[in-house]
């Protein structure tokens, strides 16, 4: 078993080719010495929130999830805003947090791949639901990194300098923060 850190990737698409699964492809490319970095992929399974089965024994997607978190460090997420807010299926993973207190005081932070003037609103309602839950935002560690396909290898990871470093500094400050 690892004694590293771990660092939770929490993607808020379900799209092939997203953008957001490119910055945390690349998260896990740029994470500093001494860290594993996990990529959560169990977003489709989730079933749709009910506080009525919010009880034990969870669902066992929902059972994965919240161990996954406890078992992390820390918390990075990449998710696109759709309709001004959080696509549904993360909103849905989200409210599956809050009966748990697994993410409560736990560092957490987001990477916006958006371009500019986007993706102010899933900001806003990732920083109020973490913020309901107990999560412990790092400002320092969230940060916007625009993804054009251009910057983009074959394998869908970031291949800008520029992105890479900001990406890199994003994750040190979570790591810090845990």
Request: contains cysteine; hydrophobic residues 40%.
């Given at each position: 078993m690892s004694t590293h850190p771990v660092?939770?990737?929490l993607s808020?698409?379900?799209r092939a080719g997203s953008s957001?699964?490119?910055v945390l492809r690349t998260a896990q490319a740029v994470a500093p010495p001494g860290v594993r970095t996990v990529r959560y992929e169990g977003l489709a399974r989730l079933?749709?929130?009910n506080p009525d089965h919010d009880t034990d024994p969870l669902p066992?997607?929902?059972a994965a999830l919240r161990a996954a978190i406890a078992g992390a460090a820390a918390v990075l997420i990449c998710t696109p805003e759709y309709a001004g807010?959080?696509?549904g299926s993360f909103k849905n993973l989200l409210d599956w947090t809050v009966g748990g207190t697994e993410i409560c005081d736990k560092p957490a932070a987001w990477i916006n791949a958006a371009g500019a003037g986007r993706g102010g609103g899933a900001e806003a309602t990732l920083r109020t639901v973490l913020g309901y839950t107990g999560a412990a935002v790092v400002d320092?560690?969230?940060v916007r990194i625009p993804v054009d396909r251009g910057m983009l290898d074959e394998d869908g990871v970031i291949t800008d300098a520029q992105a890479r470093d900001s990406l890199g500094r994003a994750l040190a400050a979570l790591l810090a923060a845990a």
């Open positions: 660092i939770l990737l808020g698409s379900l957001n699964e490119s079933p749709h929130f066992e997607p929902v807010t959080l696509p320092s560690a969230c």
